[in-house]
Structure formats: structure tokens, C-alpha cells
């Protein structure tokens, strides 16, 4: 998230960049915005994001 104290969101953001360069790989990278480095109170938004990044990899629809 962009409250992350241990790993600093722009460094994140780096590596995912620099994974897909160097990999030729796609990385699916987001922001969750007001998430700390344990997504305190934002669990539900990262499963949802997990289920739709599963979900679009194995051409099946997310569950509600």
C-alpha cells in the first residue's frame, strides 16, 4: 500500500518495472491506496484484486 513503512511504495514500484524488463514478463502491479505493509482494514481489497488477477489468468469468473 502507499502507507507501507517497511518497503517504501516507490521501491516497490521499481522492482515490479524492473522484473517485467528483465523478465519480459508482465507484472500486474497496484497500489492499494491507504494500505500499510500488512494491508491493515484493506484485506478485502487485496483478495479482490487476487481474484480478479486469478480469475482473468484462468478465464473464469470472480466469485462475489
Same mark, same amino acid.
Given at each position: 500500500?502507499?502507507?507501507?513503512?517497511?518497503?517504501?511504495? *516507490?521501491?516497490? !514500484?521499481? /522492482? !515490479?518495472?524492473?522484473?517485467?524488463?528483465?523478465?519480459?514478463?508482465?507484472? !500486474?502491479?497496484?497500489?492499494?491506496?491507504? *494500505?500499510?505493509? /500488512?494491508?491493515?482494514?484493506?484485506?478485502?481489497? /487485496?483478495?479482490?484484486?487476487?481474484?480478479?488477477?486469478?480469475? !482473468?489468468?484462468?478465464?473464469?469468473?470472480?466469485?462475489?
Amino acid at each position: 500500500g502507499n502507507h507501507d513503512e517497511l518497503v517504501p511504495e *516507490a521501491s516497490v !514500484a521499481q /522492482f !515490479a518495472e524492473k522484473l517485467a524488463s528483465q523478465l519480459n514478463i508482465e507484472v !500486474a502491479y497496484k497500489t492499494i491506496d491507504g *494500505a500499510n505493509h /500488512f494491508l491493515n482494514s484493506h484485506i478485502d481489497t /487485496f483478495t479482490g484484486y487476487v481474484d480478479e488477477y486469478l480469475s !482473468a489468468r484462468l478465464g473464469t469468473k470472480p466469485q462475489p
